[in-house]
């Protein structure tokens, strides 16, 4: 095995040829071309940010798992399996799947029903104007820092394959990926996203395949990492001695409900690519096709972190974000390591163009209409959209420089669901179950949530992924309690204002499919079930 990083390093140097140039360059062309295919297709402003409502299922599904497949689930879970090993694997099989089903099951009917562009529009039916502006400005800020992310990882892949410097590579990442969403718009993304999780998973199947046969199987790679505890998810967690210094009550609490319904129920980023079916029994599908890939993501996206380790033990805090890099540098042979590389920057880019139309939304419709332009042709709604764009692809040039403060990817963007998403889904949760709650108690206590996150983090500076469950769970408690104190002394809104959107008042409708395999309620079965498989087998 070989354990010197500088020699990791220089195999990019070796194995990479006029081949794997031309693989990346054939992959750039590419989407850009998809992008200006689409232009002449967006004519109003709902072709732009919801497609119309026009595509399959089968599109929406990957393209709702395309949209999470960026920094942090490639480099950041390459990152965190280096940092945690296997109990990484819970931002999977407890941290995603169950949300996605609660998100197809109960969540889609709402917002498809309603036609909302978007998670602000939603809070204004069900709380107040006031909720939905600081929901909008709260959302834009999360998507930029996100989309920085994303740019600073493509970034450094750029800077390891020619050398340039951080800048020119974080330059170089803006433009390519500001050249499609801005022809293209939602539609564009959405495309280039079902390519793009071919592309991925094409890259990440072989690199786990040779190094696993390289160390021979599952039982060699214990062997050779020497690291008992990284093999057992759940086994060492009845205290806090295990890599992630968390209890199962932070992992099935803190991440399991709070952060991933969070996210999965809440972010407009993968909710917005449901809304593009073409109707509500395709939008209630999209979250449970992509939950299938989602389960096998949770060892594609994770063993390459835990390969690495037995070539360098060593890798340290300072390069956890180049282990899955690394990876195909010493794996791959010319060409495949141009087709490991391109699927690489094909997940930066489907991370970061879904960060930017869900910006590019929200901006339009809920911040610059609602209280900026309200009254403009529908023309002038989509140009503002495409300006946006731009816009936020500058501001995620800026935001890229964040994470270099950070040890890793997946320790930055847990720290910013903590903050961002965990009592955001307070709000939701209330919102949609309990009629009582309020506008003022909404608008209250998702201040008071998110204050309680920003306030928690500067007390300790304190971002690894164990310190955000638990500062998730008090974040959503805060904002729990606080809405319903508030709402105990405000005026609620009359049941006739609330038929559609609270649980309890809307009429279910039941999602009629002829064939078994198409039904909701039993794809949700099948993928709890393999779920359920998968966490007993690494226990």
Not at 322 to 338: D, I, K, R, S
Not at 366 to 380: F, G, L, M, S, V
Not at 448 to 470: E, R
């Amino acid at each position: 095995m070989v354990g010197d990083l500088a020699f990791l390093q220089s195999m990019v140097e070796v194995n990479d040829t006029w081949l794997d140039y031309f693989i990346i360059g054939v992959y750039f062309v590419f989407v850009l071309g998809i992008g200006a295919v689409l232009r002449t297709k967006m004519q109003t402003s709902e072709d732009y940010f919801l497609s119309g409502r026009s595509l399959p299922s089968w599109i929406t599904g990957l393209a709702f798992l395309g949209a999470n497949l960026g920094a942090l689930e490639i480099l950041g879970m390459g990152a965190g399996a280096a940092q945690y090993g296997i109990m990484q694997s819970h931002y999977y099989w407890i941290g995603a799947i169950p949300a996605m089903v609660f998100v197809a099951l109960f969540m889609i009917p709402f917002y498809y029903a309603s036609r909302v562009h978007s998670v602000p529009g939603f809070l204004k039916l069900r709380y107040n104007e006031a909720t939905r502006g600081f929901n909008a400005i709260l959302f834009a800020i999360f998507m930029i820092l996100l989309s920085g992310i994303n740019m600073y990882a493509m970034a450094i892949v750029f800077q390891l394959l020619l050398g340039w410097s951080l800048t020119a590579s974080i330059i170089l990442s803006a433009g390519i990926v500001l050249g499609y969403v801005t022809l293209g718009g939602l539609s564009s993304s959405i495309y280039n996203e079902v390519l793009q999780f071919f592309l991925i998973t094409l890259g990440l199947v072989p690199l786990v395949l040779f190094g696993l046969i390289d160390v021979g199987g599952l039982s060699g790679l214990r062997e050779s990492i020497g690291r008992a505890d990284f093999f057992h998810a759940w086994s060492n967690t009845g205290s806090a001695d295990n890599p992630m210094a968390v209890h199962w009550f932070a992992i099935v609490f803190g991440l399991g409900f709070v952060q991933s319904f969070g996210y999965w129920c809440t972010d407009f980023l993968v909710v917005q690519r449901a809304l593009a079916a073409e109707d509500e029994a395709a939008a209630q599908r999209t979250p449970l096709i992509a939950a299938f890939p989602k389960l096998m993501y949770g060892v594609l996206a994770i063993f390459p972190g835990l390969i690495i380790l037995s070539i360098l033990p060593n890798l340290g805090e300072d390069n956890y974000n180049m282990a899955v890099p690394y990876a195909m540098a010493y794996y791959f042979p010319t060409g495949m390591l141009g087709v490991g590389l391109t699927a690489l920057l094909a997940a930066f880019m489907s991370g970061m163009a879904g960060n930017v139309t869900a910006f590019n939304t929200v901006w339009t419709y809920d911040i610059y209409k609602a209280y900026i332009n309200r009254d403009a042709p529908d023309r002038h709604y989509l140009n503002v959209g495409r300006i946006a764009t731009v816009a936020g692809v500058a501001l995620s040039v800026l935001a890229a420089y964040l994470v270099l403060g950070f040890a890793s990817i997946i320790d930055y963007v847990q720290l910013l669901h903590g903050i961002f998403l965990a009592p955001l889904f307070g709000t939701f949760l209330l919102g949609m179950f309990w009629r009582r709650s309020t506008g003022w108690g909404g608008f209250f206590g998702l201040v008071t949530g998110t204050a309680t996150g920003v306030i928690l983090y500067l007390i300790s500076l304190d971002s690894s992924v164990g310190a955000s469950m638990y500062r998730a769970i008090w974040a959503w408690i805060a904002c729990v309690v606080v809405t319903i104190a508030v709402s105990l002394v405000t005026q609620p809104k009359p049941d006739s204002e609330l038929r559609g959107i609270v649980w309890g008042l809307t009429e279910q409708k039941e999602v009629r499919e002829e064939a078994w395999y198409k039904k909701p309620w039993i794809l949700a079965v099948i993928v709890l079930a393999m779920t359920l498989a998968l966490n007993v087998y690494f226990w």
